[in-house]
């Protein structure tokens, strides 16, 4: 079963633009994470936002997350080519061990 | 490297033939995940270990697949009786609280 469903899914842009990638969840959420899969590093965590905060930066990333709406949001700013990746939101199963994933976001950057 | 490792990287395999994988997780992690990746989606989750407790185990597992954390360290997931939908990608992930940190990936292919 998937518990996030990421919007778009997939995403070209120019180097240098700002990429947004949306996921909508379907139960109640402790917390949502978001990872990046590539071929040379695989799966990377990238942020964490808890269900009591609305927004987190950590560089070039802002994550957005409306508890009310159950969705979030992933900004990378400036975008660049090494961003070429695909992104996946993911979220715990109620309060168990389960991290439920999206099917993800194909990103890719044209130089 | 002090990261998550697989082995084998790659495994192919005649189908109705047993295989093993092995995943060694970050040491201090004590929770120790197994995830089966096909193309185009996003990881399933199959079983969770809390030291060497197999606390949790995905309803769409067969009987056909075992894990085992014997000294709650290093983990094999055994597949008997490889189907050609065995196929895939099977990441570990170790943690120590909810980030996760990913291993390489064995890449089954079942002929």
């Known amino acids: 079963s998937q518990q996030g469903e990421e919007d778009p899914q997939a995403l070209s842009i120019q180097e240098g633009e700002n990429a947004t990638m949306n996921c909508s969840y379907k139960t109640s959420i402790n917390n949502l994470q978001w990872y990046r899969q590539n071929s040379g590093r695989g799966l990377v965590h990238l942020i964490l936002?808890?269900?009591n905060e609305r927004e987190k930066h950590s560089g070039r990333l802002r994550v957005t997350l409306d508890t009310s709406k159950k969705s979030s949001s992933l900004l990378i700013t400036a975008s660049r080519a090494a961003d070429t990746a695909s992104y996946f939101c993911?979220?715990?199963?109620?309060?168990?061990?389960?991290?439920?994933w999206g099917a993800g976001t194909k990103l890719i950057i044209k130089p | 490297d002090t990261g998550v490792s697989q082995d084998p990287r790659h495994k192919i395999t005649k189908r109705g033939q047993n295989v093993t994988f092995r995943c060694d997780p970050i040491s201090e992690h004590n929770r120790l995940y197994w995830y089966r990746q096909t193309l185009g989606q996003g990881p399933e989750f199959l079983t969770y270990?809390?030291?060497?407790?197999?606390?949790?185990k995905s309803r769409l597992l067969s009987d056909r697949f075992s894990a085992e954390r014997p000294k709650g360290s290093f983990s094999t997931l055994e597949i008997q009786r490889t189907e050609q939908g065995d196929s895939a990608m099977y990441l570990c992930?170790?943690?120590?609280?909810?980030?996760?940190?990913f291993g390489p990936g064995t890449r089954l292919t079942v002929l």
């Open positions: 936002i808890r269900s």
């Open positions: 270990f809390q030291n060497e407790a197999q606390l949790e």
């Open positions: 992930a170790s943690s120590l609280l909810d980030e996760q940190f």
């Open positions: 993911a979220s715990y199963l109620d309060s168990n061990y389960q991290l439920i």
